[in-house]
């Protein structure tokens, strides 16, 4: 949904959608914002509890892809539920930089996590990472893939959140957000965003 400064002001229920990569400060950000005003949904998390009702595992994409909605969010791109945001929320992508690139590397480095993976980025990789790796699907050390794969995975969804965001949303930056402490520094972050566009 794109909204003048003017319409976004004057937008009495936000509903807003924060797209960006796993720890970039999606959850952080939404826990800045009143708890009596905002209702915070996070996404991996009710596929993980209420979905599939046990903590996110390695084969999440597996089990998730087994309802169709949440098949829909996976994908993200082209499908009924990334319309439904588009068409009743406010989509803002938190664009990360070379510091924030460079954290999130290292994170998924000291602690790798299941992630989902489009299936042709996948299977490309796999492929890649076999022949540069000499490894099996078999004998492979799945953390040492999710180590591999993870900046060229980073690279991979900034190319479709920006297409996203270029679309039918905002953009702001990463580095901006750590000064967020308020509802009103969200909500002017945002603004500026969309007077800048």
């Known amino acids: 949904m794109k ?16 797209l ?6 999606k959850t952080t950000l939404a826990n800045k914002l009143p708890k009596s005003k905002w209702f915070h949904y996070s ?13 996110i595992l390695d084969n999440i994409k597996e089990r998730a892809m087994e309802v169709s ?11 009924d539920a990334m319309e439904a945001l588009i068409e009743n929320t ?12 460079k954290t999130l590397i290292e994170r998924a480095k000291v602690h790798p996590k299941p992630l989902y993976y489009n ?9 890649i990472y076999e022949d540069e790796m000499k490894e099996s699907p078999e004998s492979m050390d799945p953390n040492e893939f999710v180590r591999w ?7 991979y969804r900034k190319i479709k959140y920006e297409s996203i965001a270029n679309q039918h949303g905002y ?15 969200f909500l002017g972050l945002i603004l500026n965003s969309i007077k800048s566009q």
């Open 149 to 155: 794969i993870f900046p060229k995975l980073l690279e």
């Open 3 to 18: 909204l003048t400064a003017s319409e976004f002001t004057k937008w009495s229920n936000k509903a807003i959608t924060l």
């Open 171 to 185: 953009t702001i930056q990463a580095s901006k957000t750590v000064n967020v402490n308020s509802e009103s520094d």
């Open 43 to 55: 996404g991996d998390y009710r596929i993980g509890t209420k979905y599939l009702e046990e903590p």
């Open 69 to 79: 909605f949440l098949k829909d969010l996976l994908k993200l791109i082209d499908t």
């Open 119 to 127: 299936k042709d980025f996948l299977m490309s990789n796999l492929e």
């Open 20 to 25: 960006g990569m796993s720890g970039i400060g």
């Open 90 to 101: 406010m989509i803002v992508y938190i664009e990360d930089n070379q510091e924030a690139r």
